[in-house]
């Protein structure tokens, strides 16, 4: 039975069903229990239960919990980024803007969620701090995804309503995809970074995964200070491309599966789906053949940090940093031109189409123990770590937004569906979503 969303449960409290704080102490149950081992760096439920008492039945988060990725600043606190290297650094004087905008909106933080150190992978894995579950098998242990790998399961557990995190290569869609919920990587520029520790001050964005569409929603608006313009439109009248260009390589079967029949249904409500080549996504291979944005400008907020504390660091985290270091000024002046080239090449080619539809990620949620920490297990680790960041990081370096949902079936592992377009398509992608989910899951805007 899935969790009910925020939308379903700020309803039960107008209507008295249930109250913040009996929510709050579900929330609390939900962290303690052992599906959200290694979910929490920091809990503050204590705290947390205060704040729902004096919260707003009518503000837009009600009380209720939503979790922040360790990238955030929280007034009082050490914001570690998932590492060691930060633990005796000063705790922070005030909340990250992010984080500050939740809370006025009525949230309530619940604690700290782990995270991959630094945000500097797709995979999920922490080697200070343990690996969060996936709570999609209760069998095999298996990733949850990154970076943000706390604050996915934080959600998918019912720890929390809004998991706050960051997507700098797919690090929102990406766990969202492998744990089964909804997470949305708004135009870069829409949300504010003030108060998060950086990866790529290029592709840093900050936004948040939610338990459905409509959620997300909500989540963005409070998160951007905007309101986000609806648009009924059936699906009918939407004109969808599917770019078959490297995005479609190498599914395992039950991606291939899910993507296929989520296409068919589509066709079948009537949306039009078009394949099309993309061709332009082979030339990011030669594009940042030098490194790409992460590493060089990682480095050069690491670069003392690294002298100091390097020992601390993960090693697979230390290695794709110190690249950066071999970046010349000239190649990072030279990427920046050919990105904006290229960026300009795509929505030319993307002209006409209201969005694109991929698999979040090609695989499904690989187990812990092929890549845990180790060196015997790099070699697994960069492999699946290339593999989840392959579809998603082409959004990031178009500068654009795109969601991804559940379109898997209640027997197989969670897949997501990722509909994507270019800088500002935010409106019409959230949109396009909450037609998606109504057709793929109906029960969730009940």
Not at 173 to 194: D, H, Q, S, Y
Not at 239 to 261: H, I, K, N, P, Y
Not at 309 to 332: C, F, N, Q, T
Not at 356 to 365: H, Y
């Amino acid at each position: 039975m899935p969790l009910p969303d925020l939308h379903r449960t700020r309803e039960r409290l107008r209507q008295g069903e249930t109250t913040a704080a009996a929510e709050l102490r579900a929330a609390e149950a939900a962290a303690h229990s052992a599906a959200s081992t290694h979910v929490f760096l920091k809990t503050r439920f204590e705290a947390a239960a205060a704040e729902a008492a004096q919260a707003s039945p009518e503000a837009p988060l009600a009380g209720l919990a939503v979790s922040i990725k360790d990238l955030f600043d929280f007034g009082g606190d050490v914001t570690t980024a998932g590492s060691l290297a930060l633990v005796d650094a000063r705790p922070a004087a005030s909340d990250a803007l992010a984080v500050a905008r939740l809370r006025a909106a009525g949230g309530v933080v619940v604690g700290r969620t782990n995270m991959t150190e630094f945000a500097f992978s797709g995979v999920g894995v922490n080697p200070h701090y343990g690996t969060p579950p996936n709570p999609c098998d209760a069998q095999t242990p298996r990733i949850p995804g990154g970076s943000s790998s706390g604050a996915a399961v934080s959600v998918a557990t019912g720890a929390a309503f809004i998991g706050l995190g960051s997507d700098t290569g797919g690090s929102i869609r990406i766990p969202a995809a492998l744990c089964g919920i909804v997470g949305f990587k708004n135009t870069a520029r829409l949300t504010p970074l003030e108060g998060a520790y950086p990866l790529s001050t290029t592709l840093d964005t900050v936004c948040a995964m939610t338990r459905s569409v409509r959620d997300a929603v909500l989540a963005h608006e409070i998160l951007a200070a905007r309101t986000v313009v609806r648009d009924a439109a059936p699906l009918a009248g939407y004109r969808l491309a599917v770019a078959s260009t490297q995005m479609l390589d190498g599914l395992d079967a039950t991606v291939a599966r899910a993507f296929e029949r989520t296409l068919r249904r589509l066709r079948d409500a009537g949306a039009r789906v078009e394949e099309i080549r993309l061709a332009q996504i082979q030339d990011l291979g030669s594009i940042q053949s030098t490194g790409g944005f992460a590493a060089a400008e990682s480095y050069a907020w690491h670069r003392q940090l690294l002298a100091q504390e390097g020992s601390r660091y993960d090693p697979r985290v230390r290695l794709r940093i110190e690249r950066g270091a071999a970046m010349k000024a000239y190649e990072y002046i030279e990427l920046q031109r050919a990105r904006s080239a290229w960026v300009r090449a795509v929505e030319q080619a993307l002209a006409g189409f209201d969005a694109v539809l991929s698999p979040t990620v090609p695989i499904v949620a690989a187990p812990i123990a092929d890549v845990a920490p180790g060196s015997e297990h790099d070699e697994a680790f960069f492999r699946i770590n290339a593999l989840l960041l392959r579809n998603t990081s082409v959004v990031n370096m178009l500068d654009g937004c795109a969601i991804s949902l559940p379109c898997h079936a209640p027997d197989e592992l969670p897949v997501g569906l990722m509909a994507w377009h270019g800088a500002l398509h935010d409106d019409a992608i959230l949109n396009l979503a909450i037609q998606i989910e109504n057709l793929l899951n109906p029960t969730t805007t009940i």
